[in-house]
Each structure stands twice: as structure tokens, then as C-alpha cells.
T-cell receptor, first 114, second 113 residues
């Protein structure tokens, strides 16, 4: 069974602070995605990382894929209340090139207080 | 485009009742899937389909059936509901390639008494 361990599960910080969310596995993934989910809605894709060592930036969010394609991190700089939500990492299973099958982490609930 | 639609939004069942959660997408996506979301457990894959007429089991398939008679529709059936099936259910669709973005529906909140 392929697992994605996400940490921390809960994070409550003040506006303006920085934070990092981690996503780790013993399995290799062909790509890794990060989603954000707001209450009462389905997850929405933030980014996909494909190459080992890849770094992608989306405004104040920085995403990194580990060199071995087993782990990833999401770093938020100067968090704002609008960043509040559930963040999910999801790995594309190796050999699933024709299925689109994803394995999801447990999620990180982020609360940013004004 | 409506994207991925799910009905109903909320449902309460008694133990042993059956029901079908509906899912439809208008993006001509080949890949569709059903997930359940429980606190602290992220999204767990129930069943998925790579095209019309083809379905396969995911991580937690017991107690659920699916069929895919058309590209657009992917209903999820609970044959005999149990309290352990109380959860939020999400349907998703994507192009059937590794790393493709999954588009999620708004979810169905199911309570089994």
C-alpha cells in the first residue's frame, strides 16, 4: 500500500508568519499535486510538480518536489487569512500513466488569524 | 460548462437502506473516480473508471458499486447503508494521464443512522 504522510495535521498561526507543510512517502511518484479545499467545496488544484528537485512558485506559495520524487513541501510566506483552508498533497501512482490514479495525504488544516 | 456535478448535496439514510449518488461531467474526461473524505484521513479512493464500460476498485471499495455506461456519468451505489459509510463523498474527473488535474464536484454529505 502506498502512503503519503502529511504533516502537520493542524496549524494555527498569526497573519504575516511563514509556514511549511510536508508530504512524505517511501514510494516514488511520477508526479505530485497540491490541492486546496475550502469548507463545503471540493479540492481545487494549486500546482503539479513532475521533475525531481523541481521548485514552483505561485505568488507567496513555494512548492518543492524531492530529488527522489518521494516527498514534497509547501511553503507559504507571510500568510494571510485568505490562505485558511485544508491543503492536500496527492501523488500519481507509478505505472498509472493510463489511469490518472492519485493517492492523497491526510491533509493539513491551516488557520491564519488576523 | 458545468464541470463536475453531484446530487444530492445532503442525504440521511437509515441502516440497510440503499441509494445512488449521482455524478456527471461535461468535459469529455475519460477518467472518473469516487472518493470519501473523513476527518484526519484525507481522500480515500473508492472506485475509479478509465472509460465507458471499464471500472476498477480503489482503496476502500467494500459496500459500494459503480458502473460507467457513458463517458459523462459515473453513479455510486450503496446497496445496504451502514453507519461506517457516514462521510462526505466526492466525485472527480480528469484526462486519463499521469499528473493530470482532477476536477472535483461539490460533494455529497451522507449520514447513515
Amino acid at each position: 500500500t502506498q502512503l503519503l504522510e502529511q504533516s502537520p495535521q493542524f496549524l494555527s498561526i498569526q497573519e504575516g508568519e511563514n509556514l511549511t507543510v510536508y508530504c512524505n512517502s517511501s514510494s516514488v511518484f511520477s508526479s505530485l499535486q497540491w490541492y486546496r479545499q475550502e469548507p463545503g467545496e471540493g479540492p481545487v488544484l494549486l500546482v503539479t510538480v513532475v521533475t525531481g528537485g523541481e521548485v514552483k512558485k505561485l505568488k507567496r506559495l513555494t512548492f518543492q518536489f524531492g530529488d527522489a520524487r518521494k516527498d514534497s513541501s509547501l511553503h507559504i510566506t507571510a500568510a494571510q487569512p485568505g490562505d485558511t483552508g485544508l491543503y492536500l498533497c496527492a501523488g500519481a501512482v507509478m505505472g498509472s500513466s493510463n489511469t490518472g490514479k492519485l493517492i492523497f495525504g491526510q491533509g493539513t488544516t491551516l488557520q491564519v488569524k488576523p | 460548462n458545468a464541470g463536475v456535478t453531484q446530487t444530492p448535496k445532503f442525504q440521511v439514510l437509515k441502516t440497510g437502506q440503499s441509494m445512488t449518488l449521482q455524478c456527471a461531467q461535461d468535459m469529455n474526461h475519460e477518467y472518473m473516480s469516487w472518493y470519501r473524505q473523513d476527518p484526519g484521513m484525507g481522500l480515500r479512493l473508492i472506485h475509479y473508471s478509465v472509460g465507458a464500460g471499464i471500472t476498477d476498485q480503489g482503496e476502500v471499495p467494500n459496500g459500494y458499486n459503480v458502473s460507467r455506461s457513458t463517458t459523462e456519468d459515473f453513479p455510486l451505489r450503496l446497496l445496504s447503508a451502514a453507519p461506517s459509510q457516514t462521510s462526505v463523498y466526492f466525485c472527480a474527473s480528469s484526462y486519463a494521464t499521469s499528473g493530470s488535474e482532477q476536477f472535483f464536484g461539490p460533494g455529497t454529505r451522507l449520514t447513515v443512522l
